[in-house]
């Protein structure tokens, strides 16, 4: 059955494959297929974007697992049917909505990574904003050996991360990265000890939430499309994203907070 999401702190809803948990201002999204490794079918990636365009108004950032030993081990190949070309192009445009609804939604996302991160699951994690590699994650691109391609946002993404040179390594070869590679490379920026990284994952959502909104946002929707533009381009549009986001009452407020010694100075976390 499909539960509606519920504003209230604390309450629990589930979209079937997901399980969904909201404790204002942080909302707890949760892959939930454990016996199939969380593999990504349809009917999944579908309520993943469901869960995202219907997120309560009070949430803030949301948190990103997976159930059971893995985060996501890739598409589902055995609920993968033939498809004529034109079904294969716009199968492959669904993934792609879906994705944007996670980099370019309403707020930020700190995706959990543990065990496999192969296929359609570094897909996924690569559209998260931040990533939080547990020491059992490990990242794969089989597509190669399966005779497909990267069809979700794989090849725009995961090279802006790594770098082309080893998504091409990973693809033609099968090369698996282990938590520290893939940490090393890019494709976390936490790298932490088995189990913790639900835990870092909410202390990091919590530091979000407590942004202000617009610049939240701003980072979320302007700083990748400005990196894909000229520099000349680049510098005008964070010239019109700078006015904007100080024009904010909220951010009028933070700096008068600061001006005044209400709020803290920059310091060095952990």
Request: hydrophobic share 45%; aromatic share 6%.
């Amino acid at each position: 059955m499909t539960h509606a999401f519920h504003p209230a702190t604390g309450l629990l809803a589930s979209l079937g494959l997901l399980a969904i948990e909201i404790a204002e201002p942080i909302a707890h999204v949760k892959l939930n297929r454990p016996a199939k490794r969380n593999a990504v079918n349809d009917a999944l990636v579908l309520q993943l974007q469901t869960a995202f365009i219907n997120l309560p108004a009070a949430v803030k950032a949301v948190v990103l697992s997976g159930a059971g030993e893995h985060f996501c081990a890739g598409l589902d190949l055995s609920e993968l049917s033939d498809r004529s070309v034109a079904e294969g192009v716009l199968h492959s445009r669904t993934w792609h909505a879906v994705m944007d609804s996670i980099q370019f939604g309403r707020v930020p996302v700190v995706v959990v990574l543990h065990g496999a991160v192969v296929g359609g699951g570094l897909e996924i994690a690569s559209s998260c904003h931040l990533r939080v590699a547990e020491a059992s994650a490990y990242y794969g691109l089989p597509e190669g050996q399966r005779g497909i391609f990267v069809g979700g946002g794989g090849s725009a993404r995961v090279p802006r991360l790594v770098g082309v040179a080893t998504m091409t390594d990973m693809m033609l070869t099968g090369r698996v990265l282990d938590a520290q590679e893939g940490y090393q490379r890019g494709l976390s920026q936490y790298l932490v000890a088995d189990g913790a990284g639900f835990a870092k994952a909410c202390e990091l959502a919590e530091r979000i939430a407590g942004n202000a909104p617009l610049s939240n946002f701003a980072v979320m929707q302007a700083l990748p499309r400005i990196a894909d533009l000229s520099q000349s381009d680049g510098l005008f549009v964070e010239s019109l994203m700078a006015a904007i986001a100080q024009g904010d009452d909220a951010a009028k407020e933070r700096v008068r907070a600061f001006l005044e010694k209400r709020a803290a100075k920059v310091e060095k976390k952990p």
